[in-house]
């Protein structure tokens, strides 16, 4: 299992040192994201788009890094079509860059009705047209994902149209694809909790994954509902790990949510685990 963090935890527009900081602090992997390249997230075209490519992929050669994902979030259920056209289009863009330095896995977000904020609940999530918008959109972002022989890995969320490993799974088995994978999350899984419901709501939440589970992050949350470091909050670590491993999982487990100056305590806390 590869110990990771997000690549954006560290300042700066160049992959190199963005990579050797990652290195540093403990980190044998990250997820990364184009802005570390000195690019939008979600570029709809990049200048010189070899050259960006090269680039990162010697960055990650040369520092020792692998890179494991790249983000490619998107409101694939926004309630605008021509939002969710762009956010395909930026998507292309994702995806064409991961082909090339050798990704092979690009993260998405399911969306919210929400209409400026991809991460916030809207009481309309839960009507049928979101998922089927959310639905035609995956469907065409697992076209692009077969052409540049990429997986998209969904991140259940609570504020999502995918709130739960049970959704994503029911997803994954409507789109039909293998090419559709779960980020496992537990601090998504729930919101308020005290330590044994959060033990539960995990547990709870392995059985469905298992299998098609692509990458596990560390985030935390405390007991009010607030996100926390890992290890600072109310999500039992050791038995999530004992409980992914028993699935057969053997991916990276990516931090993130935490400060630069946190990321070498978080390396050798989860390193504890891990071992």
């Not at 009010?224 to 290890?231: E, K, L, P, S, V």
Request: charged share 25%.
């Amino acid at each position: 299992m590869q110990l990771g963090i997000f690549a954006k935890t560290f300042a700066g527009n160049d992959p190199r040192p963005v990579l050797r900081s990652a290195k540093a602090a403990g980190y044998d992997a990250v997820q990364f994201n184009l802005a570390c390249a000195g690019l939008a997230s979600l570029p709809d075209e990049i200048e010189d788009e070899d050259a960006v490519i090269a680039r990162i992929a010697a960055a990650g050669r040369d520092e020792g890094v692998a890179l494991v994902a790249l983000s490619g979030t998107y409101n694939m259920a926004h309630p605008d079509p021509v939002k969710r056209r762009a956010g395909l289009t930026g998507l292309e863009t994702v995806l064409r860059v991961a082909a090339g330095v050798g990704i092979g896995l690009v993260t998405l977000c399911t969306g919210t009705r929400h209409p400026t904020d991809q991460w916030a609940r809207h009481p309309h999530n839960n009507d049928p047209s979101a998922w089927a918008d959310m639905a035609v959109e995956m469907s065409l972002a697992l076209d692009l994902a077969e052409r540049y022989k990429v997986e998209l890995g969904i991140e259940p969320e609570q504020a999502n149209i995918v709130q739960s490993t049970q959704d994503a799974r029911r997803l994954i088995d409507d789109m039909g694809s293998s090419r559709l994978r779960i980020v496992f999350d537990p601090a998504n899984l729930f919101e308020r909790a005290d330590s044994d419901s959060a033990r539960d709501m995990v547990a709870r939440s392995v059985g469905p994954a298992a299998g098609v589970i692509a990458m596990v992050h560390a985030k935390d949350r405390h007991a009010d509902g607030r996100f926390a470091t890992a290890g600072q909050g109310i999500v039992d670590f050791v038995d999530l790990l004992a409980r992914i491993r028993a699935t057969g999982f053997d991916g990276p487990l990516v931090t993130h949510g935490l400060e630069a100056s946190e990321a070498p305590a978080v390396a050798r806390f989860l390193r504890g685990i891990m071992s």
